[in-house]
């Protein structure tokens, strides 16, 4: 593979339904909207799961929005499988989150079985904290998947002040 085409891959970054809420939220908005404009840019290609799609049909309609104003070359969709499934339980069953949590939990399966190169979310209390993390990691070992990284948007995306 030529340098060219490896400087041109795009990063597969699974998001939650936190950051396409995260447009709106005065706290979050600044970074979610530069990453879905990096996703536009082609940097980034967004990887969903039908979780993300069930979640953003209960989401007021300019949450929605965001989603399908996005081209489509710049998304992939996961189809939940019997995989993310078992995944999904093996962090439930080793109490990395609660059965309360199983969206979340099924949200990390599905990065994790599609091996993308990282999963972003604004939820700090169930995915992005160092508890958690070290929990999937621990888990996805164990069942043969590797350690998928974490972040929040924030962590990801480029700011202004930033140079090569």
């Not at 069953?93 to 939990?105: C, K, Q, W, Y």
């Not at 604004?122 to 972040?151: P, Q, S, T």
């Amino acid at each position: 593979m030529a340098v060219d085409s490896l400087s041109r891959k795009r990063i597969r970054v699974y998001a939650d339904t936190s950051v396409f809420g995260g447009c709106y939220d005065d706290e979050f908005s600044v970074d979610s909207r530069k990453l879905f404009d990096e996703i536009v840019e082609g940097k980034f290609l967004l990887v969903i799961s039908e979780t993300t799609l069930l979640e953003l049909g209960d989401a007021p309609p300019r949450v929605r929005e965001v989603l399908t104003q996005l081209p489509l070359d710049s998304l992939e969709m996961i189809e939940i499988s019997e995989e993310i499934l078992a995944l999904r339980d093996a962090y439930l069953d080793a109490e990395v989150l609660g059965g309360s949590s199983i969206r979340d939990a099924t949200h990390v399966a599905a990065g994790s079985v599609a091996d993308v190169d990282m999963i972003v979310s604004w939820n700090f209390k169930h995915i992005v904290h160092f508890d958690k993390i070290h929990g999937f990691h621990a888990v996805n070992l164990l069942k043969g998947y590797r350690m998928v990284e974490i972040y929040s948007p924030k962590e990801v995306v480029r700011h202004e002040e930033e140079t090569l």
